[in-house]
């Protein structure tokens, strides 16, 4: 039975170089089956734990991944925001203003009868001063609401030793009829003396309401509608995997693909506030249109205007290139709306 047991052991034995004794040791069978299944499954677990850890790792940097891309999503919302409220502003403020000129004008529509009614005073005048009355000699200066003196002749009346009951018939029917016609001038000209400076008040302020109109239709031409360049646009306004790395980020532009040395052109009037290099933008022109509206234009091979120019809509402000942190030969460009950027595609109206 002994001899069995003894079978069934491992014995190790150390025999030393020198002449020390040698050393033994027996493990049973049973402890190293033990062992053996103890490292299979510590390499088991080990396995399931590397298996575990490359998944967690492989979900963080999916999760990283989609954070970004929300962050890009949420900055392309808020440009949309922006835009929105833009749009709604602009609404509001020509609602505004085409209900005020509309009134305005129907107020001023008064006016057409203006004509007439001086016509109609100066008629009753003529007809009074050129009447001849049979009335003492005298002269009177009436003030007119027109602040001008009209002078009245009346002729004398020449006297008669006795009544005429013809002349002072007709006298009398003659004084009255000037009466009446005087009578009505003094109405005409007291109606004039009022209506005139309320519609030159009404028309002052159509006249300002058609500044404010010029000055928004201005406004408008302010804004940046022309293609940059031609050619097609390879890289859209929004969130977007990074070109020349991995992850997401938020694309503040269009990017439009073409030839090397292609003219650029400003997609409105305004003055250019920069002219230079600007890191991974590289040769970058920026103008400056008033209203709250500046463009972008990066990546240029060279320019063709400077800081502080002057430019028109149209003219060449550059030429394409692949300056600056790029994958290839295009126009980076962007529309800022006061201080934001906004998708550039919503004003590119005009080839």
């Not at 129907?106 to 006016?111: A, C, R, S």
Request: proline letters at 4%; charged letters at 25%.
């Amino acid at each position: 039975m002994a001899s069995e047991k003894q079978r069934r052991c491992f014995t190790f034995m150390v025999i030393p170089h020198s002449e020390e004794a040698t050393f033994s040791l027996k493990i049973p069978l049973y402890a190293v089956q033990i062992a053996a299944v103890g490292l299979t499954l510590a390499a088991v677990g080990f396995s399931f734990l590397g298996y575990s850890y490359l998944k967690a790792a492989a979900e963080a940097s999916q999760l990283e991944h989609l954070r970004q891309l929300n962050r890009a999503q949420q900055e392309e919302i808020d440009a949309l925001a922006i835009e929105t409220e833009q749009a709604m502003n602009e609404i509001e403020e020509l609602d505004y203003l085409i209900e005020n000129i509309t009134k305005k004008i129907d107020d001023v529509e008064i006016l057409e009868d203006m004509d007439s009614l001086q016509k109609k005073v100066q008629e009753n005048r003529t007809y009074l001063f050129s009447a001849e009355v049979a009335l003492p000699e005298r002269e009177s200066t009436p003030s007119n609401s027109f602040n001008s003196a009209v002078t009245y002749n009346y002729q004398t009346i020449p006297e008669h030793p006795e009544p005429n009951y013809s002349i002072t018939k007709d006298v009398s029917a003659l004084s009255s009829t000037s009466g009446l016609v005087l009578e009505r001038a003094i109405d005409n000209l007291t109606t004039l003396h009022y209506i005139i400076p309320e519609q030159l008040d009404t028309l002052d302020k159509v006249e300002d309401y058609i500044g404010k109109i010029e000055s928004k239709l201005e406004e408008i031409e302010s804004k940046p509608s022309l293609w940059p360049a031609r050619g097609r646009i390879t890289s859209g306004f929004g969130a977007r995997n990074i070109p020349y790395g991995s992850g997401y980020q938020f694309h503040t532009g269009v990017d439009i693909a073409g030839s090397h040395g292609s003219r650029i052109r400003a997609a409105a009037q305004g003055e250019v506030s920069f002219s230079g290099y600007r890191g991974s933008l590289g040769n970058l022109l920026i103008i400056d249109h008033g209203y709250g509206y500046k463009t972008y234009y990066a990546h240029l091979a060279n320019f063709a205007v400077s800081k502080g120019d002057r430019v028109e809509k149209g003219e060449t402000i550059g030429y394409m290139g692949a300056s600056g942190r790029t994958t290839g030969t295009h126009l980076h460009y962007e529309v800022h709306y006061k201080g934001s950027p906004v998708n550039p595609v919503r004003y590119m109206e005009e080839h």
